[in-house]
């Protein structure tokens, strides 16, 4: 993955969006406040016109295959503001880690895997997306922390395995047309940590093997 995206990057440096994300929380912020001032004027949700949606888009409703990934979360004022702020932070800081290439090319990656997995299933969406990016926070600044509730600190690394559990439940539980939306919007992290990925798995396997056979050996001795 390095050498082809090194040379991907020479000839596409130039067409890098700087400060992606901070277009992105903003293009969520009008729609949020966009989607409010329609509410409130004729009861109408302008979002729902922006999510994506198979049978719309096959209808005509085209802006939705690119759309859905300016819908901020569903939920009140306050959680937006910290979710946009928090949102800015991590795609800010992977940007200053990867360089603007790298990381438009990881979000370009997650955008796609998603698109493909609502053409297929009918329905997309950007939470997994999202959730990408916090994945690959997690793995450039594990020790990071935030304030859980405004109050607990909590390392970014423990918030992250609690999430991978959590999507790990998802898939298992999920119908095959959720389990591809899955797979397909985070395609890519697995693209590209895939080594850091399969070294986490070994590790936490050798540590698992580590305590069964010490376990073993106490109650051999007792």
């Not at 993955?1 to 700087?18: D, F, H, P, V």
């Not at 990934?69 to 795609?91: E, H, K, M, R, V």
């Not at 990925?197 to 001795?221: A, D, F, G, M, Q």
């Given at each position: 993955?390095?050498?082809?995206?090194?040379?991907?990057?020479?000839?596409?440096?130039?067409?890098?969006?700087?400060?992606?994300?901070?277009?992105?929380v903003g293009a969520m912020a009008i729609v949020f406040i966009a989607d409010l001032l329609v509410y409130t004027g004729t009861g109408k949700s302008l979002?729902?016109?922006?999510?994506?949606?198979?049978?719309?888009?096959?209808?005509?409703?085209?802006?939705?295959?690119?759309?859905?990934?300016?819908?901020?979360?569903?939920?009140?004022?306050?959680?937006?503001?910290?979710?946009?702020?928090?949102?800015?932070?991590?795609?800010?800081?992977?940007?200053?880690?990867?360089?603007?290439?790298?990381?438009?090319?990881?979000?370009?990656?997650?955008?796609?895997?998603?698109?493909?997995?609502?053409?297929?299933?009918?329905?997309?969406?950007?939470?997994?997306?999202?959730?990408?990016?916090?994945?690959?926070?997690?793995?450039?600044?594990?020790?990071?922390?935030?304030?859980?509730f405004f109050i607990l600190p909590v390392k970014i690394k423990w918030l992250a395995y609690i999430d991978a559990a959590l999507i790990a439940f998802s898939?298992?539980?999920?119908?095959?047309?959720?389990?591809?939306?899955?797979?397909?919007?985070?395609?890519?992290?697995?693209?590209?940590?895939?080594?850091?990925?399969?070294?986490?798995?070994?590790?936490?396997?050798?540590?698992?093997?580590?305590?069964?056979?010490?376990?073993?050996?106490?109650?051999?001795?007792?």
């Open positions: 993955m390095g050498k082809r995206t090194a040379q991907i990057e020479r000839k596409l440096s130039k067409y890098a969006i700087q400060n992606l994300m901070m277009i992105i979002i729902s016109m922006l999510y994506f949606d198979r049978a719309a888009i096959a209808a005509g409703q085209w802006w939705r295959v690119i759309t859905f990934i300016f819908c901020p979360p569903d939920t009140s004022l306050i959680f937006i503001i910290f979710a946009l702020y928090f949102y800015w932070l991590i795609g800010s800081a992977l940007e200053r880690a990867w360089g603007t290439f790298r990381f438009n090319l990881y979000y370009l990656c997650g955008i796609v895997g998603a698109i493909i997995s609502g053409l297929i299933t009918g329905y997309a969406t950007n939470n997994y997306l999202n959730m990408s990016l916090f994945l690959a926070f997690a793995f450039f600044y594990p020790e990071f922390e935030v304030l859980l898939f298992i539980m999920s119908r095959w047309s959720g389990r591809l939306a899955i797979l397909f919007s985070l395609s890519n992290l697995v693209i590209f940590f895939y080594r850091d990925i399969k070294l986490s798995v070994l590790r936490i396997k050798r540590n698992i093997s580590y305590r069964i056979s010490e376990w073993r050996s106490r109650r051999r001795y007792k």
